[in-house]
């Protein structure tokens, strides 16, 4: 148990990070990996000190992740690859809906993770993968908890319109964008195809077993 309370966490920590650490516009002198290495300093310079603050008065850190959520992670992209092979038969205004929800079920659920996981630092590896395409990179980084355990934390970015965004996170091996289209298709499985049921119901969820077992990066 007190594993998986760790990396649900550490879990909810590095959604947060990706939510609200990275700055929008695609800087040509910067690379991926060091627009995260500036952002994360920058949020957690934000944050350090406030965290009895924050977590007294988690409105106002919902509004902080809210206010920077449209500039920094592509919540179109993000849902039509939540949704899967579903999406294209979804109307305009279902996929638009899902996406709002989306968004806001993320915010209302992992928010406390930056007030609530222990850890004792945050590091961009100085090693990193070359990116396969121009427009697409991987930006890997280490959290590292109080009792010395190491949580690897792979972020995936999209560059869409000049503008690095983030599309999916891989936190200890679980690849959150494919645990999400599973629950995806296992809902509308559930609710006969219903799209309308499925996201008036929708709330992100993380099995219990692929957080204490880990999965394959």
């Known amino acids: 148990m007190t594993h998986y309370l760790a990396s649900f966490r550490l879990l909810i920590l590095a959604l947060c990070l990706a939510l609200i650490s990275l700055p929008a516009q695609a800087d040509p002198e910067r690379s991926p990996e060091q627009v995260i290495r500036d952002s994360v300093d920058t949020m957690m310079g934000q944050l350090e000190g406030r965290e009895d603050h924050y977590a ?25 690859s939540v949704m899967g092979r579903y999406f294209q038969n979804a109307t305009p205004q279902q996929r638009s809906r899902f996406a709002k929800t ?4 993320l915010i209302d659920t992992y928010t406390k993770g930056l007030v609530t996981f222990d850890y004792r630092e945050l590091r961009v590896l100085d090693s990193q993968r070359p990116p396969r395409h121009e427009d697409q990179a991987s930006v890997a980084m280490e959290v590292v908890a109080v009792d010395g355990s190491v949580y690897p934390v792979s972020y995936t970015l999209r560059l869409s319109n000049g503008e690095w965004r983030v599309v999916n996170v891989i936190v200890n091996g679980i690849n959150l964008g494919l645990t999400f289209r599973n629950q995806f298709d296992q809902a509308m499985r559930d609710h006969g195809r219903d799209y309308d049921a499925v996201i008036d119901n929708w709330a992100p969820e993380l099995a219990v077993e692929e957080l204490e077992e880990g999965g394959d990066a």
């Open 102 to 105: 989306f968004r806001q079920t």
């Open 56 to 80: 007294n008065n988690l409105d106002k850190l919902k509004a902080l992740v809210d206010d920077s959520l449209d500039e920094i992670a592509d919540f179109r992209y993000i849902g039509a």
